[in-house]
């Protein structure tokens, strides 16, 4: 007898094996024969196995027949070939025995559909659904296809701090790190003395591996982060959590267009991954979701076709000729919102837009300064339902020109002395982005809602679990 998983039981393969079982009911119907059906999951793949329980067996009146949706069971008994359609395998079960039941009163998840507003209440229980369930099998496979993207061209994976005393990117708000008390906090000249804080000066949740990332690409010339990121902006969108996970690699020797190449050969080769190993899962959410019909046909377009690059400039162009009235109005020079950017990849290009050179005074002080003084080589990545799924750009590498732009933009070089080491010896042209891996599955699945693809979501006034 061996202990197979219900992805294992449903395949052709297992026909005639005796094999455990070891699961949760998702529902059980008696059939008039004398026998009843038990559908089980065990969270090993979309599908149900479906247990054929025959009325002989010992605990049939007892147990069987109370099986209720969420009851623990285990089952032995032999796969079958199925006569039903749509599934290749049955198991007739020699023993069902119950583990943990499951009230059908109080147990909030039953047959019927929830909306995802209601399962985010009940987080703890929402990866028993086939939606959250199919959610967090996509996640792991995106996770597995990064590490092996990377592995196989020879990137390093280096774990940078969560912990870090340098706000990197001067825009994004910080969650403060302190073990200060906050209701008798130590003073100094009647401000709160930081020095007596547990790093001797102020600490914040990192929002970006970023920098210290290009201390490593500028010694093993390829690597990448891929990590918990934290960003303490009061926007609650569909697009933003204030705990996310961020892949972000960074390269020495690389311009902007080597830049551009990666990232569409990366995000490339995620999706096509998950066309090949969660085929099952993808299937379901086009089905089963809003709006979502589309999904394949969507995902193909992206995989055969180049990413179009255009320059802001050019992108600020087309918006303003589109004849559109915007939330917030077009022009050069400001910062574009989402409805622009899925305007330009839904609807104008259809397809994954790449956005370059942006003006400098929109963007972080590391990015390079273009000849024309204006713009800088920072490029997103659009794509179409999300909006920006990767923000990057090539760096600046030149140590008077890093030193003025910090200026410019009143930061503070004590801080940094460590980052403009990296010009000041050996300094390289180098490159990265930064991957948002929860719009990656927004992207992937046709989810709408950022909270309902990741495990416990944190948002503004919101931590539970
Ligand atoms: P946005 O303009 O959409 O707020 P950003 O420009 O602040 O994003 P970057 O600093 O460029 O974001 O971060 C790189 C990537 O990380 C983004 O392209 C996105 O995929 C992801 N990302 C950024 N902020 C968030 C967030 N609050 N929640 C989830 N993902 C995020
Ligand atoms: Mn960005």
């Known amino acids: 007898m061996d202990k197979i998983s219900v992805s294992d039981a449903r395949r052709a393969e297992a ?140 990137f390093y994976y280096v774990h940078t701090p969560v912990i870090t005393a340098s706000d990197c990117e001067g825009a994004g708000a910080m969650f403060r790190v302190s073990t200060i008390d906050p209701e008798a906090p130590p003073k100094a000249e009647g401000k709160v003395d930081y020095k007596q804080d547990f790093f001797g000066k102020p600490a914040y949740l990192t929002v970006s591996g970023q920098l210290q990332g290009e201390a490593f690409a500028c010694a093993l010339g390829k690597i990448y982060t891929f990590g918990p990121t934290f960003r303490a902006e009061n926007s609650n969108t569909p697009r933003h959590l204030a705990e996310f996970w961020m892949i972000e690699p960074e390269m020495a020797f690389y311009d902007l267009t080597d830049n551009m190449d990666l990232a569409e050969a990366f995000l490339k080769r995620i999706i096509s991954d998950a066309m090949t190993y969660c085929l099952e899962d993808l299937k379901f959410f086009a089905e089963k979701l809003e709006n979502n019909k589309g999904l394949f046909e969507k995902l193909e377009n992206v995989l055969n076709n180049g990413f179009k690059r255009v320059s802001y400039t050019e992108g600020v162009d087309i918006l303003l000729k589109s004849g559109k009235t915007w939330e917030y109005p077009v022009a050069w020079g400001v910062d574009l919102q989402s409805e622009h950017e899925r305007y330009l990849a839904e609807q104008h290009f259809k397809c994954p837009v790449i956005l370059y050179d942006y003006p400098r005074t929109l963007k972080p002080f590391y990015m390079k ?6 713009t800088v ?12 799924i990767i923000g990057g750009s090539q760096r600046e590498e030149r140590l008077d020109v890093l030193e003025s732009r910090m200026r410019e933009q009143g930061l503070p070089p004590e801080g940094y002395e460590w980052y403009l080491d990296l010009r000041r010896y050996g300094t390289v042209p180098h490159s990265g982005f930064g991957l948002g891996l929860e719009r990656t599955i927004l992207f992937l699945s046709g989810m709408a809602n950022i909270r309902d693809v990741i495990p416990f979501p944190r948002t503004p006034g919101n931590a539970e679990y």
């Open 377 to 388: 080589r920072a490029m997103d990545v659009l794509v179409p339902g999300v909006g920006e």
């Open 15 to 154: 026909v005639g094996r005796h094999v455990r079982l070891q699961g949760w009911v998702r529902t059980r119907r008696d059939s008039k024969g004398g026998f009843s059906f038990i559908e089980l999951n065990d969270g090993s793949c979309q599908g149900n196995v479906q247990v054929v329980a025959p009325g002989e067996l010992a605990n049939y009146e007892s147990v069987v027949k109370h099986l209720h949706t969420g009851a623990s069971v285990r089952i032995d008994g032999e796969v079958k070939a199925s006569p039903a359609k749509g599934q290749a395998t049955e198991v007739l079960a020699a023993s069902v025995e119950l583990i943990g039941d499951a009230d059908v009163n109080t147990y909030p998840l039953q047959k019927k559909g929830h909306s995802f507003e209601f399962l985010r209440g009940i987080a703890h229980l929402r990866p028993r659904t086939n939606t959250l369930g199919a959610v967090a099998r996509v996640r792991h496979q995106v996770s597995i296809s990064i590490h092996q993207f990377f592995h196989e061209r020879g």
């Open 369 to 374: 300064v273009n000849d024309d003084g204006k």
